[in-house]
């Protein structure tokens, strides 16, 4: 009877045991459970973000320049942190058939350094590295840097939509600048060096020089193609060097071919303010190692 009433207690005991036991283990499962789905969510949800602020999404995602133009424009706008500022001085930047042209600042100290990309339309490569650059500028923190940095990624709108290396009028914007040898030279010529009928005769040209005159940078930086190699204008060896080294793209004073009118000569030649042309390939994948190339310029702490 004892026994029985032990055993009977043991029985309860061990029931009870056994409920609360089979409890925590159904709870210890939800739990688990939850923890799982939790964690794939986040990381599905992390990699979707990812995805949507790859530089490199943007880049696969369009196959004409109109498409590069536009989808590039929607990205820098749609990146979720805006350390964009506005333009401080009276001229709209817009091209000669009326695209806006997009200029971004990040940074308040006074150096500053001129990022641009797109002179010609029909070299894209300049175009994404430097929306490569602007959307790490974008996700940093702006004390990283030592340097105010202005980015304009698409100097030429028209030539990107209309995929030539001119602007919409037909000249070459890295031609039409007032320098000592300044050629007019001929509209649709097989070459495309058309310079205008007058030096800063196109407001591409015009816009350019606006944003150098007021923001005076100490280093200009145009990003080109297809050439693989650094060339300089001014006193800008030691900054050539230095992205030709990372880049891994061999300094070459001299693209084989004489040169009227350009942006190098007006300002590095004949003003004295470093001027740096990257020449990058017409195609690559090498982003990452020409986006450190110009981070290490721009002053990285
Ligand atoms: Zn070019």
Redo the contacts with the bound molecule.
């Keep these: 009877m004892k026994f029985t009433i032990v055993s009977g207690k043991i029985t309860n005991v061990i029931r009870k045991f056994s409920l609360n036991f089979s409890y925590f283990y159904n709870l210890k499962l939800i739990i688990l459970k939850k923890t799982i789905s939790l964690f794939t969510f986040l990381i599905i949800g992390f990699c979707s973000f990812a995805q949507s602020y790859s530089p490199d999404s943007v880049i696969k995602s369009s196959h004409n320049y109109a498409d590069t133009l536009l989808s590039y424009r929607n990205f820098y706008n749609n990146s979720t942190k805006s350390n964009t500022i506005s333009i401080q001085h009276s001229d709209t930047l817009s091209s000669e058939n009326g695209r806006n042209i997009d200029l971004y600042s990040f940074g308040k100290a006074d150096s500053c350094i001129f990022i641009i990309g797109g002179?010609?339309g029909n070299?894209p490569s300049?175009i994404e590295l430097a929306g490569i650059i602007i959307n790490y500028l974008k996700l940093s923190d702006d004390q990283k840097f030592k340097y105010k940095v202005l980015v304009m990624p698409i100097a030429n709108p028209d030539g990107v939509a209309l995929n030539t290396?001119q602007n919409a009028n037909g000249v070459d914007l890295?031609r039409n600048w007032d320098t000592k040898n300044f050629k007019e030279g001929k509209l649709n010529s097989k070459k495309g060096f058309y310079g205008g009928k007058m030096p800063f005769s196109e407001r591409e040209t015009r816009n350019i020089k606006s944003i150098i005159d007021f923001y005076k940078p100490f280093l200009i930086i145009t990003l080109?193609?297809p050439y693989q190699c650094i060339n300089y204008d001014g006193p800008a060896y030691s900054y050539a060097k230095l992205i030709s080294n990372l880049m891994k793209f061999p300094i070459k004073s001299d693209l084989g071919y004489k040169i009227y009118g350009s942006l190098g000569i007006y300002y590095g030649l004949e003003r004295n303010i470093p001027v740096v042309t990257v020449e990058l390939p017409a195609k690559t994948k090498q982003w990452e190692l020409y986006k450190l190339g110009l981070l290490k310029i721009l002053g990285s702490k």
């Design positions: 002179i010609h070299e300049g290396r890295n080109h193609a």
